[in-house]
Every structure is written in structure tokens, then in C-alpha cells.
């Protein structure tokens, strides 16, 4: 991507600004929607990649705000995507990993999957995707709840495997722990 001449500067500087102290007020607020779309237009530096891997790095799941954590989350995994920003990625991917024993349904399994997935856009050779999926998506598995959610899991890294070439599955791990937690 590259910055357009007519952008100025410092009505760019502002508007990142004025996001990221929303976001220290209100970490899963609708600003990162914001973000998603300036994501298209305008390369991110690194001060501001900084703040919001900090701000995704504090989120923490409660009951009531699991749909506020999911589209945070969401909408942070489409950043990491089209910055192409692993480091924001793997906070995505913590973060998940984190919150996965409060899941309370299949539902929360397969969004989480997603998101995983979605983030997975961020890493951009081949090799270093099937490594970062397969580590990424073991983590997961672990820490996702015994019964239905593992079950939708693995129906889901099913799904993926059946898409990859045979060499290349690196989804054994993750297909083991899954199993171990259904019922």
C-alpha cells in the first residue's frame, strides 16, 4: 500500500490519535470499525500497531460482552490481515486462546475458529503459515471447553484439513486434542 500525496499528514496523526485514547476508554468499542476501514486506505506505523496489540492483549471475556469480545476481536484479526501484521495476529490468536475456557457453546468454538483463521491472513510465506496455523490452532484446542465445543472444532479443523494438500496438513495436533475433549 502506499500513503496518498493529497492524505495530510497531520489530520491522519489526529484521527489515529483520537482512536486510540477511545480505545483506552473503551477497549472493545466501536472504534476498531473505524480502524478496519482506515486499514484499506492507510498504512499503520508502528506506535500505533503497538497500542492496539496492547489493547488486545487486556481483553478479557465476560458473559455478558462475548459478542463485543468476538467483534474486537474480529475486527482486529481483519486488521493483522490486511496490514499483514503477525505480532497483531498472535495477540488475536492469545487473546482466543486466553478466553477459551469460558466458552460456553459450540457457537463460541466456531467463532473463535474463525478468527483464528481470519488472522492467519497476516503471515504471508507458505511454510511459515502452515507452522503458525498448526501451533496456533493446538493452543486453541487445548484450552477450548470438553464436549460440544471440541466437537464443533473438530469438525471445523476437518473442514480445514480437507482443503489443504496432504503434504502440507499440520492440523494433527490440534485434531488430538479436540478428540480428547468430546464426551
Known amino acids: 500500500m502506499q500513503n496518498d500525496e493529497n492524505i ?3 489530520s491522519v496523526a489526529e484521527f ?4 486510540i485514547d477511545e480505545l483506552n476508554y473503551e477497549p472493545t468499542g466501536v472504534e476498531w470499525k473505524k480502524l478496519v476501514v482506515a486499514c484499506r486506505v492507510q498504512c499503520f506505523d508502528s506506535n500505533l500497531f503497538d497500542n492496539l496489540i496492547k489493547g488486545v492483549g487486556n481483553l478479557t471475556l465476560e458473559n455478558e460482552e462475548k459478542e463485543r469480545f468476538f467483534n474486537t476481536l474480529e475486527s482486529a484479526a481483519e486488521i ?3 496490514q499483514r501484521c503477525k505480532a497483531l495476529a498472535d495477540a488475536v490468536t ?5 478466553a477459551a475456557g469460558k466458552f460456553s457453546t459450540a457457537l463460541d468454538a466456531k467463532i473463535g475458529y474463525y478468527i483464528i483463521l481470519m488472522s492467519s491472513g497476516a503471515i504471508i510465506d507458505d511454510s511459515d503459515w502452515t507452522e503458525w496455523i498448526g501451533k496456533k490452532m493446538s493452543e486453541y484446542a487445548f484450552s477450548v471447553p470438553k464436549g460440544e465445543a471440541c466437537q464443533q472444532l473438530l469438525a471445523n479443523l476437518d473442514d480445514l484439513s480437507s482443503l ?3 503434504k502440507e496438513r499440520c492440523l494433527g495436533r ?3 486434542l479436540a478428540v480428547s475433549g468430546i464426551n
Open 8 to 10: 495530510n499528514s497531520d
Open 16 to 19: 489515529f490519535s483520537g482512536i
Open 80 to 82: 493483522a490481515t490486511v
Open 94 to 98: 492469545h487473546a482466543l486462546v486466553k
Open 164 to 166: 489443504m494438500k496432504l
Open 174 to 176: 490440534a485434531r488430538k
